[in-house]
């Protein structure tokens, strides 16, 4: 092989792929073989430390301010002849290097390849079209109202790009149970875990996955078939489980017609929401449901509705009788225009 046929495989080899290390080696090489040969063609106002780097960026991205140049005849050869090919080559490639890293870093979020830092978010896990999309506007409707906004991820296994690129995170997984797999939706780290799959079973695995992995996250499946729901809580009591209601809700709407679009109109966006739910702080004291009742109509025109005694969604008490005491810690559950954030929990039991 010739020498220059050797030259031009190292080129090859090295130049191809255009890696951050050959780049630098020759950005390195660029500027102190220039600053040599000004040098050495007593170019003394150009090689100056400052200006001269400062001159060479300049003169090799094309700028050219024009308040220094070489004042020799050797010195106006050189820029001419090397300097600047040689420097809008190296700048052409490290912008197209960026350019490429910037494409590559994009779609590799696009696609859910990329490994999330979030804590305290909202992780979804499942894909299923339309009812997924709707999940995802819900959420982000009710996070606008909420301290803190936090992220919602959307973790699948799906063939999908990210359905909402800005507003939600994505991750693209092999497999729901695998740590390496599950760690790039930061799983351990979720405040919230929603699973709805079109197969219950792998709702039923990934549940049990997800328990063991983040036992304090506030967890909700989704299930299909209801005699799933129990077997599931028998092994993980604090999973929130919702099956679905179709069935029922057709029923009930044939002997009081309107309850389907009322229980509509509670949940849609478009309709804006208006059922919610909050904790009774600490700090507040004991008061009666009459008195509850009363003084939410009356300061936040909002309708009490029900309460969890202690959190409990196991032991919901629905429309509760006026002698009820509610307690601190109590989940109480409302019909509002919007979420109410300031609730004045003394003026509740006056």
């Known amino acids: 092989m010739t020498t220059w046929g050797l030259i031009r495989k190292v080129m090859l080899k090295y130049f191809a792929e255009s890696r951050w290390y050959t780049i630098i080696g020759v950005t390195l090489f660029y500027a102190l073989s220039s600053w040599m040969m000004l040098w050495a063609a007593g170019e003394d106002a150009l090689t100056a430390q400052i200006d001269y780097i400062y001159w060479l960026a300049v003169t090799a991205s094309t700028v050219g301010y024009g308040d220094l140049s070489p004042v020799t005849q050797a010195g106006k050869l050189i820029v001419a002849l090397y300097v600047i090919p040689l420097g809008l080559s190296i700048f052409a490639m490290v912008v197209g290097r960026i350019a490429a890293w910037v494409s590559d870093r994009w779609q590799k979020g696009l696609m859910g390849m990329n490994q999330l830092d979030v804590k305290d978010h909202i992780l979804v ?48 997984v092999e497999s729901f149970n695998k740590d390496e797999d599950m760690d790039k939706a930061c799983v351990a780290k979720a405040s919230t875990i929603l699973i709805d799959n079109p197969q219950d079973d792998v709702t039923m695995t990934t549940a049990l996955y997800c328990s063991k992995r983040n036992p304090e996250a506030h967890q909700v499946a989704y299930f299909t078939d209801d005699s799933l729901v129990g077997l599931l809580q028998q092994h993980c009591p604090k999973v929130e489980c919702t099956p ?21 109109d509670l949940l849609s966006v478009d309709e ?72 004045n929990w003394q003026a509740m039991g006056e």
Not at 136 to 146: F, K, S, T
Not at 247 to 259: H, I, N, R, T
Not at 286 to 315: C, M, Q, W
Not at 324 to 340: E, H, M, Q, S, T
Request: proline share 7%; hydrophobic share 45%; aromatic share 8%.
């Open 125 to 172: 896990i499942g894909w299923n079209e339309h009812r997924t999309l709707l999940l995802l506007d819900l959420l982000l409707q009710e996070r606008e109202a909420v301290p803190g906004r936090p992220d919602i991820v959307l973790c699948v296994k799906a063939d999908i790009a990210n359905p909402m690129p800005g507003q939600v995170e994505f991750v693209h």
């Open 244 to 264: 679905s209601v179709a069935v029922e809700m057709l029923a009930k709407a044939a002997f009081d017609p309107g309850s389907s679009m009322l229980h509509h």
């Open 272 to 343: 804006g929401q208006a059922q919610f739910s909050v904790q009774v702080p600490e700090s507040a004291t004991p008061f009666r449901v009459e008195t509850l009742f009363i003084n939410l109509k009356r300061h936040h025109d909002a309708i009490f509705i029900g309460y969890a005694p202690g959190g409990s969604y196991k032991d919901m008490v629905v429309n509760p009788d006026v002698s009820a005491v509610v307690n601190p810690g109590d989940k109480l559950f409302y019909i509002a225009d919007r979420r109410i954030s300031d609730i």
